[in-house]
């Protein structure tokens, strides 16, 4: 099935240190959004957006809509423990209502 | 408002049987989208159900089939089970529009042995 390019696949960081990931697409988007999944639950959502070259602030949360429309990043400032768990983001194209989802990335923080 | 709720949350079942899944959507949400999630293959689109009808539909087999109900619940089916069914099937609730963000269920862990 079409999915999007997920970056990294998976990291170990310090508590305390800023993170980042990202998602490409060979396509054009029209909405990207950025879920969290702890184990043995469903993905929640949190940050959506709507706009190209949008910045959108969740908490220590930051993502952005990349200017070409086909990429998407997600920062995490100041990790903390509760911060562990598999981080996907989501792309809607234009005149479709399904979302693909990218591979996910996999967050470990080291106390 | 009460969120997505999917049951059940576990089911082992043998190869060759069927199985329903069923998905309580978001209150005045009218789209249920449902998903395949595996650790190789991570979240992959079965079909969306808007308003009773299958709106989109991803690159399953025949044997995976839905429905949904004029109250907008909507049921998964799979029919002969195969062991590479074994996965968590997500479901989806939004309220149907371009634009919208998707909220999950908590998923049902199908086991088949």
């Known amino acids: 099935g079409q999915q999007l390019n997920q970056s990294p696949q998976s990291m170990f960081i310090q508590e305390g240190e800023d993170v980042s990931m990202n998602c490409t697409s060979s396509s054009i988007f029209n909405t990207w959004l950025w879920y969290k999944q702890d184990p043995g639950e469903g993905p929640v959502l949190l940050i959506a957006l709507y706009k190209a070259g949008e910045l959108t602030s969740n908490g220590r949360l930051t993502a952005q809509f990349g200017i070409t429309r086909k990429d998407s990043f997600l920062n995490i400032s100041a990790s903390i423990p509760s911060d562990v768990g598999i981080y996907f983001c989501?792309?809607?194209?234009?005149?479709?209502?399904?979302?693909?989802f990218g591979t996910g990335t996999r967050l470990k923080v080291l106390a | 408002k009460a969120g997505v709720t999917q049951t059940p949350r576990y089911l082992i079942k043998t190869r060759g049987q069927q199985v329903t899944l069923s998905c309580s959507p978001i209150s005045g949400h009218r789209s249920v989208s449902w998903y395949q999630q595996t650790p190789g293959q991570g979240l992959q689109f079965l079909f969306e159900?808007?308003?009773?009808?299958?709106?989109n539909k991803g690159n399953f087999p025949g044997r995976f089939s839905g429905r949904q109900f004029s109250n907008s619940r909507s049921e998964m089916n799979v029919s002969t089970l195969e062991l590479g069914d074994s996965a968590l099937y997500l479901c989806?609730?939004?309220?149907?529009?371009?634009?919208?963000?998707?909220?999950f269920g908590s998923g049902t862990r199908l086991t088949v042995v």
């Open positions: 159900y808007f308003s009773e009808t299958q709106r």
């Open positions: 989501a792309g809607q194209a234009s005149g479709t209502y399904k979302y693909i």
């Open positions: 989806a609730s939004s309220s149907g529009g371009v634009e919208t963000s998707y909220t």
